[in-house]
């Protein structure tokens, strides 16, 4: 069976028409309406033997090349983000590192700067003293001239003063001499002291009394030495109100070994004390009374304590003795840089216990270059008459 088709629009509603034609006689004749079935037949026989398992081996691969694409895309993008991620890290990196070397390098412009400064400064103070300097040196020539002047003035003097005192000594030799009365006489008018009415003098030929000794208060005093005690001794140590330490040793070293000696018999009694005067400084007296008040060894004069002030000081100390230990047998006096060898004192005063009382023992030996020598040997005196306290600072202040 054929059928012929023309390729144009105008026959197309005879095909149809043809078309319904032959549906009709198939459908009405038995031999065809057979033969449809059998192709229908034959049409899923060959669809599901062949293009059935075709189609599912198909959407199988399709199925299965889906998966694999996604795999790879995502393992694509982990790649990715993974890279990503690392050159992030490397450009974070460069940052801190860009970052790192721009403080160093303001560091070391700052330092550059700061270098700067120091150096302008330090050229300034080299210029300044050098400007010193000069003015130093202009000084030291002035004054070296100056000396020089003096040295030659004084020489010329000197010269002079050797012929008058070669005079003066030839011619004076073996005459009393009364610059000591005319000194006293000048300093009392120039001080404007008055006589003391009240005050007995010592002697009646020294004259009126113009300071009484007896008249020193004590706000630190100890207590009085004991009575009727054989082969005694008080040991005065002459201090300063700011020497701490000096008595902090002295209390920690020979005035032990004193009570020691006393303890065994070879002295009957040994007392000391630590003489001192008065402080403008107020935190100093207070550490001198807290001394006091754990030592209980003390005794502080109401005077000013400077050097030049320290025969007021030793007047002060006897008036105190007199007062409070007119009775003990010896009387050691020493400065706070002295140490006493007591076994050596013990033994001195056994030697001499029996002795004359009025007696005063000492050395005294000064030689201050370019202002004349002074030498004492041995002083050994032995008073005449009954010797008192007032008679003993008598010596001590002539000698």
């Not at 004749?29 to 049409?43: D, N, R």
């Not at 000594?169 to 000194?183: D, I, W």
């Not at 050596?344 to 030689?367: C, D, E, K, P």
């Amino acid at each position: 069976m054929s059928f012929v088709f023309r390729n144009n629009k105008a026959s197309t509603v005879t095909r149809v028409k043809h078309w319904k034609t032959i549906m009709v006689h198939c459908l009405n004749s038995q031999l065809s309406f057979t033969s449809v079935g059998l192709v229908f037949a034959f049409c899923c026989v060959v669809y599901f033997t062949f293009l059935y398992p075709l189609i599912n081996v198909f959407h199988a691969e399709k199925q299965m090349v889906a998966p694999k694409t996604d795999q790879m895309a995502n393992s694509n993008r982990t790649t990715t983000i993974t890279t990503l991620l690392k050159e992030k890290q490397i450009l974070k990196i460069d940052v801190e590192m860009c970052e790192a070397q721009v403080k160093t390098l303001v560091n070391s412009l700052q330092g550059e700067k700061r270098n700067e400064l120091a150096t302008s400064t330090f050229e300034e103070k080299l210029k300044l003293c050098e400007k010193q300097r000069w003015v130093e040196n202009q000084e030291t020539d002035k004054m070296a001239e100056k000396l020089q002047e003096e040295k030659k003035i004084l020489e010329a003097n000197a010269t002079l003063y050797r012929e008058f005192f070669n005079h003066v000594a030839s011619s004076l030799r073996n005459v009393p001499y009364t610059g000591v009365e005319k000194y006293i006489r000048y300093s009392v008018a120039r001080l404007g002291i008055l006589p003391l009415g009240n005050a007995k003098p010592i002697k009646p030929e020294f004259g009126p009394v113009i300071n009484d000794v007896l008249s020193f208060n004590y706000p630190i005093a100890i207590t009085p030495c004991p009575e009727n005690v054989n082969q005694s001794v008080f040991i005065p140590v002459i201090s300063a109100p700011d020497n701490f330490d000096k008595r902090r040793m002295i209390r920690q070293t020979w005035t032990k070994h004193l009570m020691d000696v006393c303890e065994r018999g070879h002295l009957g009694s040994a007392r000391f004390a630590f003489v001192l005067g008065m402080t403008e400084n107020n935190v100093t007296q207070g550490k001198i009374e807290e001394e006091s008040k754990n030592f209980g060894d003390i005794i502080q004069i109401e005077m000013s304590d400077f050097y030049r002030n320290l025969p007021f000081k030793m007047a002060g100390l006897f008036n105190w003795l007199h007062k409070n230990c007119a009775k003990v047998d010896f009387v050691f006096k020493v400065d706070d840089d002295v140490y006493v060898n007591v076994h050596n004192l013990a033994q001195f005063i056994h030697s001499f216990y029996n002795r004359s009382r009025n007696t005063v023992f000492g050395r005294a030996n000064w030689s201050a270059p370019g202002r004349g020598t002074l030498r004492f040997s041995q002083v050994n005196s032995e008073m005449k008459g009954p010797c008192s306290l007032s008679q003993l600072l008598l010596f001590c202040l002539v000698v």
